[in-house]
């Protein structure tokens, strides 16, 4: 399980989930006097900062009220900063941050990226209040990995393997990253030389994410390389 991963292997486990929209939906956006933007820069991003307030604030705050009553915080255990167009609740036993950004390649669409990280302990997210408060809010799980990874030697591993449905590779020329396909798992693992991520076609709690890595960490155990990727 993601729990019983040695710190020596990961720096750091994150659920990220992901969502978005047009930019003109944006309470903040007034058609009168607003232009779509046509490119994502920094002063666009500004402007959604201050287009995006509204939205950013009410799931900010909703999510603060059901964290503190989901885990039965009290006031000096949970706070919120607001910075639109982020947002960071920090808590006794982790950090969620919330950001908006327009994106790169349709910059008439906005995109919001939260990010539940700095886990006191990877055992939390199996607990209730966890999948009470985050149900079908997150779609990956990332693991930072301490030491990082050879893309090259992983690809080379599963290839060497030939293990055909069971187990099989794609990655682009440069082989800076691969992905994945793991059978019985509907999630795509990618693998960069940093971190191995595995997303997810729907968004569920952090439990069912861990559980769904259970079995890729399973499925790794043949090769050497794999397994030191999951611990």
Same mark, same amino acid.
């Given at each position: 399980? &993601?729990? @019983?991963?040695?710190?020596?292997? #990961?720096? +750091?486990?994150?659920?990220?989930?992901? $969502?978005?929209?047009? !930019?003109? *939906?944006?309470?903040?956006?007034?058609?009168?006097?607003?232009?779509?933007?046509?490119?994502?820069?920094?002063?666009?991003?500004?402007?959604?900062?201050?287009?995006?307030?509204?939205?950013?604030?009410?799931?900010?705050?909703?999510?603060?009220?059901?964290?503190?009553?989901?885990?039965?915080?009290?006031?000096?255990?949970?706070?919120?900063?607001?910075?639109?167009?982020?947002?960071?609740?920090? &808590?006794? @036993?982790?950090?969620?941050?919330? #950001?908006? +950004?327009?994106?790169?390649?349709?910059? $008439?669409?906005?995109? !919001?990226? *939260?990010?539940?990280?700095?886990?006191?302990?990877?055992?939390?997210?199996?607990?209730?209040?966890?999948?009470?408060?985050?149900?079908?809010?997150?779609?990956?799980?990332?693991?930072?990995?301490?030491?990082?990874?050879?893309?090259?030697?992983?690809?080379?591993?599963?290839?060497?393997?030939?293990?055909?449905?069971?187990?099989?590779?794609?990655?682009?020329?440069?082989?800076?990253?691969?992905?994945?396909?793991?059978?019985?798992?509907?999630?795509?693992?990618?693998?960069?030389?940093?971190?191995?991520?595995?997303?997810?076609?729907?968004?569920?709690?952090?439990?069912?994410?861990?559980?769904?890595?259970?079995?890729?960490?399973?499925?790794?155990?043949?090769?050497?390389?794999?397994?030191?990727?999951?611990?």
């Amino acid at each position: 399980m &993601a729990d @019983d991963i040695p710190s020596s292997v #990961v720096a +750091e486990i994150a659920f990220v989930g992901r $969502s978005g929209g047009l !930019v003109k *939906t944006l309470s903040g956006f007034r058609k009168p006097h607003h232009t779509v933007p046509d490119a994502a820069n920094a002063t666009t991003n500004a402007f959604l900062g201050k287009i995006c307030a509204s939205e950013l604030g009410t799931d900010a705050e909703d999510l603060f009220q059901s964290i503190r009553t989901g885990f039965g915080y009290k006031r000096r255990e949970l706070s919120l900063e607001l910075a639109s167009p982020a947002a960071v609740l920090t &808590a006794k @036993d982790f950090v969620v941050e919330i #950001v908006y +950004e327009l994106e790169p390649a349709e910059p $008439s669409r906005y995109a !919001v990226t *939260t990010q539940l990280r700095s886990l006191r302990e990877a055992a939390i997210a199996r607990g209730e209040s966890m999948t009470q408060v985050f149900a079908g809010r997150f779609s990956e799980i990332s693991f930072l990995l301490r030491k990082g990874a050879s893309v090259e030697a992983v690809i080379d591993a599963i290839e060497a393997a030939d293990r055909g449905a069971e187990l099989s590779v794609s990655y682009p020329s440069d082989c800076h990253e691969c992905e994945i396909a793991v059978a019985g798992v509907e999630a795509r693992v990618r693998c960069t030389a940093t971190a191995l991520e595995i997303v997810f076609p729907r968004a569920s709690a952090p439990r069912e994410l861990i559980d769904a890595f259970a079995s890729v960490r399973e499925a790794f155990r043949f090769d050497p390389v794999l397994a030191k990727l999951t611990g």
